[in-house]
């Protein structure tokens, strides 16, 4: 079992940065692909992106590519998202997500563990 606590959340202005991190618990957390999905009002939950266990490859979502970076600290068993130039669109509840396999995947029934995400406001 695998426990997610995600953390960094808050209302910010558009363009400004936020980062977000991830703490796993368990003792193998470099054997797990990580992820990060969102979800905003009314709408399902999207994938933005992830990276696989040793942290080599990254997967992005086309609207996040460029602005937003997973990154993971394999000795701290967390995962990070750093959030640049923000947009109200990014508006949503950021979840974390374990995947019990080292590759990186972009749909939500691929992961295994889920936190219990939180809320990113960006205000125009």
């Given at each position: 079992q695998v426990q997610l606590v995600e953390s960094g959340g808050g209302l910010v202005q558009?363009?400004?940065?936020l980062r977000l991190s991830c703490a796993a618990s368990g003792h193998t957390?470099?054997?797990?692909a990580m992820g990060?999905?969102?979800?905003?009002?009314g709408k399902e939950r999207e994938f933005v992106a992830a990276i696989s266990g040793g942290g080599r490859s990254t997967y992005y979502a086309d609207s996040v590519k460029g602005r937003?970076?997973?990154?993971r600290d394999n000795a701290k068993n967390t995962v990070y998202l750093?959030?640049?130039?923000?947009?109200?669109?990014?508006?949503?509840?950021?979840?974390c997500a374990a995947?019990?396999?080292p590759f990186g995947a972009t749909t939500q029934?691929?992961?295994?563990?889920w936190g219990q995400g939180t809320q990113?406001?960006?205000s125009s």
């Open positions: 558009a363009g400004d940065s957390f470099s054997s797990y990060w999905f969102r979800q905003a009002p937003f970076t997973i990154s750093q959030m640049n130039s923000l947009k109200p669109e990014d508006t949503a509840v950021y979840y995947r019990i396999v029934n691929e992961y295994d563990y990113v406001t960006v």
